[in-house]
């Protein structure tokens, strides 16, 4: 699927992959695809640290080897994205260091307050007292049984302008239809469009 959304997106994008680096165990949706003989990773372990690190790690590379159009993650991919556009600021960003972001099966970010004092823990969007108002994309499952509810919480931190919400059938996973991640591919072109107009810079061509 993740090929095919590639493909559909043409050769205007071009993808930096970051990679965890904490052993972990698969999401028992993603080995049903992926096999369960294979060794997953995490951007951080359970720790405040660690996800303190993974963040700002993030955002040093996005500094280092930005600007970039857009951030996308799948499920912890975009807590960990998530975590960080409501706390650029914290980590002396003036600015959000991505220009829209994509969110695949989101689940909620970390309360940034609470791992400053050593907890972990969801941030709930009560809390969330300036949402993310960069534009973005969410592509959800009602049918997530890992997860349920958080994606549509996550949704709820995220300014309705410029707001593109889609629903698939795969659960905790990335949309396996062809219709499903066509739809998914058309929303990034024009979502990512979108943002390049309002900055000034060329759209990318249909």
Do not use: K
């Not at 951007?43 to 930005?66: I, K, R």
């Not at 994309?137 to 997530?144: L, P, Q, R, T």
């Amino acid at each position: 699927p993740t090929a095919r959304l590639r493909y559909l997106l043409g050769d205007h994008y071009e993808f930096d992959f970051v990679d965890g680096a904490y052993p972990w165990p698969a999401y028992p949706s993603i080995a049903e695809v992926f096999g369960h003989d294979h060794t997953y990773y995490s951007y951080c372990d359970d720790s405040p640290q660690s996800v303190l690190q993974a963040a700002t790690d993030l955002a040093d590379y996005a500094t280092e080897n930005g600007p970039f159009d857009a951030v996308m993650g799948f499920s912890l991919g975009a807590a960990l994205a998530m975590t960080l556009l409501l706390n650029h600021d914290r980590l002396g960003l003036s600015t959000p260091p991505f220009g829209c972001a994509i969110f695949i099966c989101g689940i909620l970010p970390c309360d940034w307050t609470a791992l400053e004092q050593g907890q972990v823990e969801l941030l709930a969007p009560s809390r969330v007292s300036c949402p993310v108002r960069i534009p973005t994309v969410h592509c959800w499952s009602a049918e997530d049984l890992d997860y349920p509810g958080q994606s549509q919480a996550l949704i709820s931190m995220c300014t309705p302008n410029g707001r593109v919400e889609l629903v698939h059938h795969a659960g905790h996973a990335f949309p396996t239809d062809s219709v499903g991640v066509d739809q998914l591919a058309q929303a990034i072109h024009t979502t990512v469009n979108r943002m390049r107009t309002r900055h000034g810079a060329s759209a990318l061509p249909n």
